[in-house]
């Protein structure tokens, strides 16, 4: 009988310890830089080996931007009247010429920066449920180097007249420039 409340103890420890640990594991919801609590984000560092390099590069003002915007299509879009893809290209570069550190390298090579805007489609008959309809659209911001990903953030923008944009551009830029 003895042996029998002895495995049953050793069952009740075995047991203990693993809700203790599940209790006690950091929550997935915090993310790496705080600015990325204030709204959902999500981020993929794709290739670590030449971050260090772009960064570099990126504080040298060697980089290219190319800019997109995506408009709602199956809802009358807030934005395409008023925020073209020139205003939002010359938003973007704007808060990146605030880390340039120096004047360009024309005898350095470069990385490209994309920005994404896409706008909402509240009405899509696609979106899966009343959460996805919360949010005014996501920008996107990936760097490339050697035509490599090294790094992709998606951030949501919640105000639709995008009072919140410049914000959300600025903790993309730093969630990158952070990347030890």
């Given at each position: ?20 640990e599940q209790l006690n594991k ?135 007249d995008l009072s919140d944009l ?15």
């Amino acid at each position: 009988m003895k042996f029998l409340y002895s495995i049953l103890f050793l069952i009740f420890l075995f047991f203990s310890y693993a809700i203790y640990e599940q209790l006690n594991k950091p929550s997935q919801k915090v993310k790496r830089v705080p600015c990325q609590n204030q709204t959902t984000t999500f981020e993929k560092i794709e290739n670590k080996e030449y971050i260090k390099k772009a960064q570099e590069l990126f504080y040298l003002n060697n980089y290219k931007l190319k800019s997109s915007i995506e408009y709602s299509k199956y809802m009358k879009s807030n934005l395409k009247d008023s925020f073209t893809l020139k205003i939002f290209e010359q938003k973007v570069n704007n808060i990146l010429l605030k880390y340039i550190k120096q004047s360009k390298n024309s005898n350095l090579e470069n990385i490209l920066i994309k920005a994404h805007l896409y706008e909402n489609d509240k009405e899509d008959k696609g979106k899966k449920n009343k959460k996805a309809k919360l949010y005014a659209g996501y920008f996107i911001l990936e760097f490339i180097y050697k035509n490599k990903s090294l790094y992709k953030i998606q951030i949501d923008y919640i105000n639709t007249d995008l009072s919140d944009l410049e914000k959300r551009i600025t903790c993309a830029i730093n969630s990158f420039l952070l990347i030890k």
